[in-house]
Structures are given as structure tokens and as C-alpha cells.
């Protein structure tokens, strides 16, 4: 039974940090392309970071550029998203995201969804 568990989330004030963490149960993990989809009410889920299956290429939103950090560990199948200088636009409920396939950073098209983790930033 595949499962993503993600955790991390909180309420954190403008201007800090958080890391977000993806435990997952999906094999072969290290050939997964690997994302993080945010969430907010009456929008349509939106894809901030994706890492391929090889871990070579990444690629981000352009609102989180240079404040967020997508990562794998794949020997404890793992996701990490490290986020700093959050601001209040990047509330919302933060799914951790898998697809066989590396277009899926591109199509926005994951199969595999965790139950999201809920990140406040307080202004």
C-alpha cells in the first residue's frame, strides 16, 4: 500500500521559515519525480517545486524562486521543502506529490497525493 505523509507545517509570522517533510512508501522511490502542489481555498492547486526522478533537474513557481528548496533523500525515501522569507501568499494546504514519470513537473499530473499539511503565514 503506497502512502505520502507529509508534516512541517504551522503557523509561522512573515518573514520566517518552515521545512516541509514527505515520508513515503512508493518503490522504487528513487526513480519518482517528486513535487510539492499548494492549495488554497477557491484556487486551483498549484505545483511550487518539482525535483525529477534522478534528482538532477529542479524547478519552482516563480513567486517561490530563490526563497524555496526542493530536496530528496532517497536511501530513507524521503522529500524535504525548505522555505524561507515566507509571506502571507504562500498559506495554504501543501501536498507532497509523486508520478513515475518526470513530465509530471511539467503536466502538473501526479499520481500519488499525501493528505497536505497546512502552512500559515501570519502578516
Known amino acids: 500500500q503506497w502512502q505520502l505523509v507529509e508534516s512541517g507545517g504551522g503557523l509561522v509570522q512573515s518573514g520566517g521559515s518552515l521545512q516541509l517533510s514527505c515520508a513515503a512508501s512508493?518503490?522504487?522511490?528513487?526513480?519518482?519525480?517528486l513535487g510539492w502542489i499548494r492549495q488554497t481555498p477557491g484556487s486551483e492547486p498549484k505545483e511550487v517545486a518539482c525535483?525529477?526522478?534522478?534528482?538532477?533537474?529542479?524547478t519552482y513557481a516563480d513567486s517561490v524562486k530563490g526563497r524555496f528548496t526542493i530536496s530528496r533523500d532517497d536511501a530513507k525515501t524521503m522529500s524535504y521543502l525548505q522555505m524561507k522569507s515566507l509571506a502571507p501568499e504562500d498559506t495554504g494546504v501543501y501536498y507532497c506529490?509523486?508520478?513515475?514519470?518526470?513530465?509530471?513537473?511539467?503536466?502538473?499530473?501526479?499520481?500519488?497525493w499525501g493528505q497536505g499539511t497546512q502552512v500559515t503565514v501570519s502578516s
Open positions: 525535483i525529477s526522478g534522478s534528482g538532477g533537474n529542479t
Open positions: 506529490v509523486a508520478d513515475y514519470s518526470d513530465r509530471a513537473c511539467s503536466t502538473n499530473q501526479f499520481s500519488f
Open positions: 512508493i518503490f522504487p522511490w528513487e526513480y519518482y519525480a
